[in-house]
């Protein structure tokens, strides 16, 4: 009888305990997912610029692989540019979805895992939510999925609130991907303007200001013209000698949006650094122009000879 009541008991406590301890237990990559910022019909867009007076996206001989918008009577300049997909002189419905995304994490920032300063030079980071400040970026950051494909940053870059402040900027500034990481789960909220030089960026950015990228490679989308004041009157985005690739459209953006099927290894020549190996590299460099190589005749395996 007494071994009957002990075992009742024990079974009370375990069916207790056990849905309790599987709570504890929730994957951090399903926590991390839902830090990503829902786009909606922005996603997609390789440049997407408005603003309270007007946007304007300027392409100089660069490589633009995905959509591009404005907002009427934003004007779109292209001078030398091959670009791969649409491009729309009118759209609303997009920035007005890119606003909303923006001014979530304006006016609703969720809680930093940490805060970053420096130059984030020689820095490895897995799944979080990211406070940045505005120090000039250099060197190479590391972001490390740990195996997760779906695994997501999102880096808040200055202030929050009514009068945001802060700018990112990098100068040959590395973003490299490991163990899983996708491009397209990473996201840059910047309160003002965004600029890169000779830079290999990836993540979608979301700036309150211009955004800037001259020379190097950005995998992601480029947002502008988010803050909505007379701080930012116009969202501005210019490409210049770069090579742009957007993340694929999802109409929703966040945790549905993993996947970025354009930024996979090329074995061809002359496509400069692709932040992962290729395999048959025969020096595993960010670059894959295998040795002796030139466009139409690519480097071998084995090497030179």
Same mark, same amino acid.
């Given at each position: 009888?007494?071994?009957?009541? %002990?075992?009742?008991?024990?079974?009370?406590?375990?069916?207790?305990?056990v849905?309790?301890?599987?709570?504890?237990?929730?994957?951090?990559?399903?926590?991390?997912?839902?830090?990503?910022?829902?786009?909606?019909?922005?996603s997609? %867009?390789?440049?997407?610029?408005?603003?309270?007076?007007?946007?304007?996206?300027?392409?100089t001989?660069?490589t633009v692989t995905?959509?591009?918008?404005?907002?009427?009577?934003?004007? %779109?300049?292209?001078?030398?540019?091959?670009?791969?997909?649409?491009?729309?002189?009118?759209?609303?419905?997009?920035?007005?979805? %890119?606003?909303?995304?923006? &001014?979530?994490?304006?006016f609703?920032?969720?809680?930093?895992?940490?805060?970053?300063t420096?130059?984030?030079?020689?820095? =490895?980071?897995?799944?979080?939510?990211?406070?940045?400040?505005?120090v000039?970026?250099?060197?190479?950051?590391?972001?490390d999925?740990?195996?997760?494909?779906?695994?997501t940053?999102?880096f808040?870059?200055?202030?929050?609130g009514?009068?945001?402040?802060?700018?990112?900027? &990098?100068?040959s500034? =590395?973003v490299?991907?490991?163990?899983?990481?996708?491009?397209c789960?990473?996201?840059?909220?910047?309160?003002e303007?965004?600029?890169?030089?000779?830079?290999?960026?990836?993540?979608?950015?979301?700036?309150?200001?211009d955004? =800037?990228?001259?020379?190097?490679?950005?995998?992601?989308?480029?947002?502008?013209?988010?803050?909505?004041?007379?701080?930012?009157?116009t969202?501005?985005?210019?490409?210049?000698?770069?090579?742009?690739?957007?993340?694929?459209?999802?109409?929703?953006g966040?945790?549905? &949006?993993?996947?970025?099927?354009k930024d996979?290894c090329?074995?061809?020549?002359?496509?400069?650094?692709?932040?992962?190996?290729?395999?048959?590299?025969?020096?595993h460099?960010?670059?894959?122009d295998?040795?002796?190589?030139?466009?139409?005749a690519?480097?071998?395996?084995?090497?030179?000879?």
């Open positions: 009888m007494i071994r009957k009541i %002990f075992r009742r008991r024990l079974i009370n406590r375990l069916l207790f305990v849905p309790f301890v599987a709570l504890l237990y929730i994957p951090f990559t399903g926590l991390a997912a839902a830090f990503a910022p829902l786009l909606g019909s922005a997609g %867009f390789a440049a997407l610029a408005g603003g309270p007076a007007t946007g304007a996206v300027t392409c001989t660069s995905g959509d591009v918008g404005v907002v009427a009577p934003g004007t %779109f300049t292209n001078t030398g540019c091959t670009i791969t997909g649409t491009v729309d002189t009118n759209a609303t419905a997009a920035y007005a979805d %890119f606003l909303g995304a923006y &001014g979530a994490i304006q609703n920032p969720p809680p930093c895992d940490q805060t970053l420096g130059t984030l030079a020689g820095v =490895t980071l897995t799944p979080g939510v990211y406070c940045v400040d505005a000039a970026k250099t060197g190479t950051l590391t972001l999925a740990q195996g997760n494909a779906n695994a940053w999102l808040i870059v200055g202030t929050t009514n009068v945001p402040t802060g700018a990112l900027t &990098g100068t500034f =590395t490299n991907r490991i163990h899983g990481a996708e491009s789960n990473v996201y840059w909220w910047v309160a303007a965004a600029t890169m030089t000779t830079s290999f960026f990836q993540g979608t950015i979301l700036a309150g200001a955004i =800037t990228t001259t020379g190097g490679t950005f995998y992601g989308d480029a947002l502008a013209g988010g803050t909505g004041t007379t701080l930012a009157p969202g501005a985005v210019t490409f210049s000698n770069s090579t742009v690739l957007a993340c694929q459209a999802t109409g929703g966040g945790s549905n &949006g993993g996947g970025h099927e996979k090329n074995q061809g020549v002359g496509n400069g650094p692709e932040g992962c190996d290729p395999g048959n590299s025969n020096n460099n960010p670059s894959n295998e040795g002796g190589g030139k466009p139409g690519p480097g071998r395996k084995g090497g030179k000879g």
